[in-house]
C-alpha cells in the first residue's frame, strides 16, 4: 500500500492525518519536534497506522536523513504544512525576519525537491503545500509572512509545470486565518475551520482559496489595489501627491554599473545635485562617474554586494547621515534553472539578492536618511512564476509584496512606486546564472515588447517620468502588462496553460 506524507503537525496537518487514518492509509509524519507533541503521541498510541519521525525541513542534509528508509515509488500524496508567522520586522529584527523567509519558503521545496528528484513520489501522486491568503493579496502587518507567502505561491507555479512532466499533481492550498489556539497570538481569536481546509487540501484542482471568496480579493489586488489601499487608510494618489511636491536632490541607485542603472544614473545626472551609484563592479562605477564630470552633479561610486547582508550594512551605515530623497532598488541578478535541479544555496541567493537585502537596504535607510522617494524595479514575472523561471521570478514577487506592503505602511509621506517592465534589453540575462541546459526552453516569455524593441533606455526615461509624476506604479510597455496583468486576474489556470 503506498503511504501518505504529513510534513508538520500542526492544525492542518494534524486534521489531515485524521482524514486519511480513517480511510485506512499508512501515514508518516516528520515535524521539527524531537517527540510527537502529546495530541499526535495519544493518537499514534491508538492508531498503528501512523508514524513520527524528526525533520528540519530547511536543513538538505536533515530532510535527506528522515527519508532515507523510504523506497521508490511508495509515497502517493504529500502534505507540506511548514510555515512560521512571527512579530519581527526588518526594522527591528531583520535576522528574523529574514530566517521566517527561509522557513517558509525553502521548508516547503527542500522536502519536495528530495521526494522527487529521489522518485519517492510515485506517477498518479498529488503534492499538497499550504499558501495563504496573504500570498494574493497584502494586508497593513511588517512582518516576514505576506512576503514569504508571494514568494511561495510564486515558485510553486513554476514547480507545477516541472511537475506535471513527470505525472505528479501539486496544489496550493490558500487558506485565511485558522481558528486555533495560538491565533490569538497575532491579535485574532477568530477564524475558519480547519476541516473546511481539509477538504480543500484533499479535492482536486491546482489551486483554491479557503473560504473561497478570497479569490475575488485576488482580482481586486491584481487589477486594482488602490482598493485595499483605501481599506487601509492611506488616501488616493492624487490626494497624496502633494505630500511628495519638492524638487529631488540627491538619489541613490543600485546595480548601476550596467543595464538600466547606467541609463538612469545618467539621465538623473542632469536633474540631482547629488547621486549614490552602488554596484558590486568599482571600475565600471569610476567610469560612469567620469563619463559624468560635466554634469552639476556630485557622483559617489559606493561597492554594494546584495549576496552579502554586511555589504547591505556597510552602505547604510555609510549614508546613514546623508539626506536621499529617492531610493531605486534596480540591482538583482537573474538566475535560471528547473526548481526541482537548481541547488538550494543557489536559490537562498537569489532570494537574498533579488528580495532580502533590497528589504533590508530600504529599512535601513529608512530609518535615518528619510527618503520621499523608494522605487522597487520588479518583473512581469513576478506576475506568476513560469518553466526554468522561478528561481529568479519568486524573489520579485516578494520584493512586489514588500513594495505593497510599504505602501500602506508609509505612503502618506513616501511615494513608494512598483517598477513593473516586460523584458527589454538590458544585459541582466547575459550576466545570470543557468542551471538549465541550453537544450532546455528557459521560459515562454509573455510579453517580448516587440521582440526585444524595448532598451534599457527606453525603459529609464518611463521610470524617471514615473517618478516625476509621483506614479505608485510604473508598467513597461503599459497597454501590454496591464492587459497580462488581467488576464491572469480572471483566468489564472487558463494562463498557466497558455505561459507555462
Excluded at 264 to 290: S, T, V
Aim: include cysteine.
Amino acid at each position: 500500500m503506498k503511504k501518505s506524507v504529513i510534513i508538520g503537525c500542526g492544525n492542518i496537518g494534524f486534521a489531515t492525518l485524521c482524514k486519511l487514518s480513517d480511510q485506512g492509509k499508512d501515514i508518516l509524519v516528520y515535524d521539527y519536534k524531537n517527540v510527537p507533541p502529546q495530541y499526535l503521541e495519544e493518537y499514534m498510541r491508538e492508531h498503528g497506522n501512523v508514524t513520527y519521525k524528526t525533520v528540519n525541513a530547511t536543513i538538505e542534509s536533515s530532510v535527506t536523513d528522515a527519508f532515507s528508509d523510504l523506497e521508490e515509488n511508495s509515497v502517493d500524496f504529500v502534505l507540506n504544512t511548514v510555515g512560521l508567522q512571527t512579530t519581527d520586522t526588518p526594522f527591528d529584527n531583520f535576522d528574523g525576519y529574514a530566517n521566517v523567509v527561509d522557513i517558509n519558503v525553502l521548508g516547503n521545496i527542500i522536502p519536495i525537491k528530495e521526494l522527487v528528484n529521489r522518485n519517492i513520489v510515485s506517477r498518479g501522486a498529488k503534492i499538497v503545500v499550504i499558501g495563504s491568503t496573504s500570498g494574493h493579496f497584502v494586508w497593513k502587518g511588517m512582518s516576514p509572512y505576506v512576503v514569504s507567502k508571494w514568494i511561495l505561491v510564486n515558485v510553486c507555479s513554476s514547480l507545477q509545470h516541472e511537475l506535471q512532466q513527470k505525472g505528479i499533481a501539486l496544489k496550493v492550498v490558500n487558506p485565511s486565518t485558522i481558528r486555533n489556539q495560538r491565533s490569538e497570538i497575532f491579535g485574532n481569536s477568530r477564524g475558519i475551520d480547519v476541516n473546511s481546509v481539509v477538504s480543500k487540501v484533499l479535492s482536486g484542482g491546482y489551486q483554491c482559496f479557503c473560504p473561497w471568496y478570497y479569490g475575488i480579493f485576488h482580482f481586486i489586488e491584481r487589477t486594482s489595489p488602490w482598493l485595499f489601499d483605501r481599506t487601509f487608510g492611506l488616501p488616493l494618489r492624487f490626494s497624496r501627491k502633494k505630500n511628495y511636491q519638492g524638487e529631488y536632490e540627491s538619489i541613490l541607485i543600485t546595480g548601476a554599473s550596467s543595464g538600466l542603472g547606467k541609463e538612469l544614473a545618467y539621465r538623473f545626472a542632469g536633474i540631482c545635485k547629488r547621486m549614490y551609484i552602488a554596484a558590486r563592479n568599482q571600475d565600471a562605477l569610476m567610469e560612469i562617474k567620469q563619463d559624468l564630470s560635466g554634469y552639476k552633479c556630485d557622483v559617489f561610486p559606493l561597492k554594494l554586494d546584495l549576496s552579502d547582508y554586511n555589504s547591505v550594512k556597510e552602505v547604510t551605515q555609510e549614508l546613514s547621515k546623508e539626506k536621499i530623497d529617492v531610493i531605486i532598488n534596480n540591482a538583482g541578478q537573474h538566475i535560471t534553472g528547473s526548481v526541482l535541479a537548481t541547488d538550494v544555496e543557489l536559490y537562498r541567493r537569489s532570494i537574498r539578492i533579488n528580495c532580502l537585502s533590497q528589504i533590508l537596504l530600504t529599512a535601513e535607510l529608512l530609518k535615518t536618511t528619510k527618503p520621499r522617494c523608494i522605487v522597487n524595479v520588479l518583473s512581469t514575472t513576478a506576475i506568476s512564476g513560469r518553466t526554468n523561471l522561478g528561481i529568479y521570478s519568486s524573489p520579485k514577487a516578494g520584493l512586489w509584496a514588500w513594495t505593497k506592503v510599504l505602501r500602506r505602511n508609509y505612503g502618506k509621506s513616501v511615494n513608494v512606486i512598483e517598477v513593473i517592465p516586460a523584458t527589454f534589453k538590458s544585459g541582466l540575462s547575459n550576466k545570470g546564472i543557468s542551471t538549465t541546459s541550453a537544450s532546455d526552453a528557459q521560459g515562454r516569455s509573455l510579453i517580448q515588447s516587440g521582440k526585444l524593441g524595448l532598451t534599457s533606455k527606453d525603459v529609464s526615461e518611463k521610470v524617471c517620468q514615473g517618478i516625476q509624476n509621483h506614479r505608485d506604479k510604473i508598467l513597461i510597455p503599459s497597454f501590454k502588462v496591464r492587459v497580462f496583468i488581467l488576464f491572469e486576474a480572471i483566468m489564472p489556470s487558463t494562463f498557466r496553460k497558455l505561459f507555462s
